[in-house]
């Protein structure tokens, strides 16, 4: 028998073409049965990896959720997979998160997402709004923050930013109000606040770096008779410094005195906060304006003036008179020498 490429050509008995034509028969009834063989096989193991896929997943309902993550039936932290309605979470292992851990909204959008590593975060962890604008951003290593933490509001105004090194404040942490102007700003060394700034949101001054010894300083090296109100005074409760140290030339009441249990207003104050502010461009009546910060953190503006008599200065605000009685004696600041 000739053969060329699996062809028969003439001469060939018809018993060698029939039995040709059987074997490739049953070699193709063994082709079908050996896929069919590995298509039962993988759907056995397919539905069987689904089985014990499904069998370690857990709707969060299940869970209770503390320091690590346990079922509610026996209180055993798990291995498996968690999710809730709005999607899968991620993989945890005796308890812990491990690998990349997604959380959705009930739109689908991600909401949050974080890197962990045997347990610990460990890479970058990013929070967004429901919008869609991402409001916050960090960066762990081995369960510590380290790199610069950014926070941002919905609309996308920076809310804060600090910078870490092992889990501890390092440098300047800035705050902002949701209309962008800068609420605080501290500066840390290791994790511990060594100064700090705060403003209104109409950027008034509320709190600056300067304890008693700083303001004394401060006047001793800039004091030079520019204004009779710069120096230091003190009330029944306060002992204020009244410092030039405003870029419009403003005169800020500085609290340099720990007053914290001198009464109900005074437990509002601590060193370094602003009292209040001096306009000391004088009118021909020597009317100047203050404005005053009361306890509730309120602010009150008045039309005053100060009346110097030996070594006070008694205030009187809203003042109409030209004639002064003791009834309208509103403060009594006394000077103190500088020392």
Not at 54 to 74: K, Q
Not at 320 to 335: A, G, H, K, P, Q
Request: hydrophobic residues 30%.
């Amino acid at each position: 028998m000739n053969y060329q490429s699996g062809k028969m050509y003439k001469g060939d008995s018809m018993y060698e073409k029939h039995r040709m034509l059987q074997d490739k028969r049953k070699s193709d009834k063994n082709r079908i049965l050996i896929i069919l063989g590995f298509l039962m096989v993988a759907t056995i193991i397919s539905g069987l990896a689904y089985f014990l896929y499904d069998m370690n997943r857990y709707h969060i309902s299940e869970l209770v959720v503390g320091d690590d993550i346990r079922t509610r039936f026996d209180m055993k932290p798990i291995n498996g997979y968690v999710y809730d309605d709005n999607g899968d979470w991620g993989e945890y292992i005796d308890g812990k998160p491990s690998g990349k851990i997604v959380k959705y909204n009930e739109f689908g959008n991600i909401i949050y997402e974080q890197i962990f590593s045997q347990g610990e975060p460990n890479g970058i962890k990013k929070q967004w709004c429901s919008n869609g604008q991402l409001s916050h951003k960090s960066l762990y290593n081995k369960g510590d923050k380290n790199g610069l933490s950014q926070s941002w509001f919905c609309d996308g105004m920076k809310m804060d930013s600090v910078n870490y090194i092992n889990n501890m404040k390092e440098g300047v942490e800035k705050v902002w109000y949701n209309s962008g102007i800068l609420k605080s700003k501290k500066r840390f060394l290791g994790n511990v606040l060594k100064e700090r700034w705060e403003w209104s949101e109409n950027s008034d001054p509320l709190f600056i770096p300067y304890d008693e010894k700083k303001v004394i300083k401060y006047l001793q090296d800039t004091l030079i008779s520019k204004h009779p109100l710069e120096g230091l005074y003190t009330t029944s409760v306060y002992k204020l410094g009244i410092i030039n140290i405003n870029e419009y030339d403003q005169l800020l009441v500085v609290n340099i005195k720990d007053t914290k249990n001198q009464g109900n207003e005074s437990q509002w104050f601590s060193i370094g906060e602003i009292k209040g502010w001096i306009n000391p461009r004088f009118s021909t009546d020597n009317r100047l304006e203050l404005r005053w910060i009361n306890a509730d953190k309120t602010i009150s503006s008045y039309n005053a003036r100060f009346y110097p008599q030996s070594r006070n200065l008694y205030v009187v605000l809203n003042d109409r008179n030209t004639e002064r009685t003791s009834d309208d004696i509103t403060m009594i600041l006394e000077f103190q020498e500088i020392y």
